[in-house]
């Protein structure tokens, strides 16, 4: 190095702007460790000559300093003078990665793969960063090519499985899991994934299985902890789902989703104190960005006196948790608040008339008020225990008399026992594969003598060719324009019959008879081994015993029926003329 430095400096004796020599001295600089001096020397070459090979060398040494977007700009201007390379567009998208100016990043190993079809480094970053925003679709096509050329890399295999699976071809998500487990079985993170898969299509033991495999490689895998335990609490294994839960939340504490999940069980075991406080970790959910309101004005959480202040009680889940709190707003306005309302349009108008409600919003509405408190968060504000649950019913006003008689003129003369019917829920529920039934399968209770009534809304096409074979089942949906238009007609009918959706949540709160069939593994509010709900009085539950076993639910409510049905009957040739 010494005799190197002497031979430069003999050659800038005789020439000192020889911008070879001036380049040469600041790499030898650079590979000695002066690399402020070497920024010098080399900054002073591009003065008199701005080759690529002196752009690069400068660019690649304000990288090794951490000045990324100096680099940035060194290999900007060596892209200009070497515009075909495709190993530089490779490298200068990688910085810019770095940098966290993606879209820039993709346009430039986009180049890069333009100029070189076959480049394999390229396609790989190119799909890795589409992958991490998410762009999935973008993201496969440059995997693919990836797989083409390197058809060995296990890593390649996991990312195009992640990819497969965002874009719902969960068979090919799962091929390429599998090939990357027998390329390379050591990577905890691929059996997750694979788990995860088989979990969301009730291959239970192969889930299992999966993320056993990745709790040997790594035991101190949190969120694999917290997938099992949730595998265990669909199967009802509650102690075993407790006990991961438990471990799961020793290793990270403030993990939101594994606080929120075991929140779920012990409201499902009725342990109300535990449950509420925990169940706040919703809000650090990612999905909690959609409803987290972000306000200025303070969380009312029962420990502030009301007396003549105003305070926003507003939906903050689904329709139907809405209705099933909506029970605690005239107990807030007992306090002495001015209660404001703010719910979505569908249920304004009718949790509007409940008692205690001063105004009743919808979002767009950006109303004046002293506290706020979301609908959800209410059982914790009143410190709800499962014996303290407010349940007179019903709590929601009775619909107009003009309704009522339009619903009866609509429906014709009552000469059967009416039972109103919802098979499914939202298809985007997590859980909708479980709590959803196809109408088909309802057939037992739709030969019964009784009067059918569809409250379904949303038809799904496997359920509407069906119901077109069946004109004995009235359905008079278009109607419903709202759940006000829904609790009128539920006014008219003897009965409700439905999966775990938001009409069950309607029919209790205005007190009409509702059965509700629930899936194994109920949501945390129906608890477990119990056939009412302490939520709702005119309620009846009718579990699955097993996994996926609707038969047995069906057989035993169409006894129920036929019982129902021949009471009504007997009750109605009572009162007709002799």
Excluded at 173 to 186: H, R, T, V
Excluded at 498 to 525: K, Q, Y
Excluded at 560 to 565: F, I, S, T
Aim: glycine share 6%.
């Amino acid at each position: 190095m010494a005799e190197a430095e002497q031979c430069y400096r003999q050659a800038l004796a005789q020439d000192a702007q020889d911008a070879d020599a001036l380049h040469l001295m600041g790499v030898l600089l650079f590979q000695t460790g002066k690399h402020a001096a070497a920024v010098e020397w080399i900054a002073r070459a591009i003065t008199q000559a701005p080759k690529a090979e002196y752009l690069l060398s400068l660019g690649t040494i304000l990288e090794r300093l951490g000045r990324l977007e100096e680099a940035q700009q060194c290999f900007a201007k060596a892209l200009t003078l070497k515009p075909e390379d495709a190993g530089l567009w490779n490298y200068v998208g990688d910085l810019l990665w770095r940098l966290a100016r993606n879209d820039e990043a993709v346009q430039h190993f986009r180049q890069a793969l333009k100029l070189n079809p076959q480049f394999l480094d390229a396609a790989t970053n190119c799909g890795r960063l589409l992958l991490d925003l998410g762009r999935h679709a973008e993201a496969l096509e440059c995997l693919d090519l990836a797989v083409r050329l390197n058809p060995n890399s296990a890593a390649l295999y996991q990312m195009r499985g992640v990819c497969l699976s965002a874009v719902k071809r969960f068979e090919d998500a799962g091929a390429d899991y599998e090939k990357s487990i027998a390329l390379d079985p050591s990577q905890a993170e691929t059996h997750n994934n694979l788990g995860l898969l088989h979990w969301k299509f009730d291959r239970l033991e192969q889930a299992f299985a999966c993320f056993d495999a990745a709790l040997a490689l790594r035991p101190d895998f949190q969120a694999v902890l917290t997938n099992k335990a949730l595998v265990l609490l669909d199967l009802q294994m509650l102690d075993e789902a407790f006990a991961t839960f438990r471990k799961s939340l020793a290793l990270n504490p403030n993990d939101p989703l594994t606080s929120f999940s075991l929140a779920t069980l012990e409201l499902l075991t009725g342990d109300f104190e535990r449950g509420w406080p925990r169940r706040e970790a919703r809000w650090k959910l990612a999905a909690a960005a959609l409803v987290n309101r972000g306000f200025a004005q303070p969380l009312w959480l029962g420990d502030q006196p009301l007396d003549g202040k105003t305070i926003l009680i507003h939906s903050d889940e689904g329709l139907g948790d809405a209705i099933q709190f909506a029970r605690y707003v005239p107990m807030v306005a007992a306090l002495g608040a001015r209660v404001i309302l703010e719910v979505e349009p569908p249920i304004q108008e009718l949790l509007g008339g409940i008692a205690g409600v001063s105004t009743c919003v919808g979002r767009s509405v950006s109303p004046e008020f002293d506290l706020h408190c979301p609908l959800a968060t209410l059982p914790l504000a009143f410190r709800t225990r499962l014996d303290t649950i407010p349940s007179a019913a019903p709590y929601i006003p009775a619909p107009a008399a003009a309704r009522v008689k339009a619903w009866e003129e609509r429906l014709g003369p009552r000469n059967r026992f009416r039972v109103g019917l919802v098979w499914s829920g939202n298809p985007d529920h997590r859980n909708d594969h479980n709590r959803s039934i196809a109408l088909r399968t309802l057939a037992p209770l739709l030969d019964r003598d009784v009067q059918i009534v569809s409250l379904q809304k949303g038809v799904r096409e496997q359920d509407r060719a069906f119901l077109g074979e069946r004109p004995d089942i009235v359905d008079l949906t278009e109607h419903l324009i709202d759940f006000s238009e829904t609790a009128a007609l539920m006014s008219c009918l003897d009965l409700v019959i439905s999966v775990d959706t938001s009409v069950v949540h309607l029919a209790g709160a205005v007190g009409t008879p509702v059965w509700t069939m629930l899936p194994f593994n109920p949501d945390w509010r129906w608890l477990l081994n119990r056939d009412d709900s302490p939520w709702y009085s005119s309620m009846t539950l009718f579990r699955q015993p097993e996994r996926g076993d609707w038969t047995s639910v069906i057989d035993r409510m169409g006894r129920e029926l036929d019982g129902l049905a021949s009471a009504w009957r007997s009750g109605r040739d009572q009162l007709l003329p002799a």
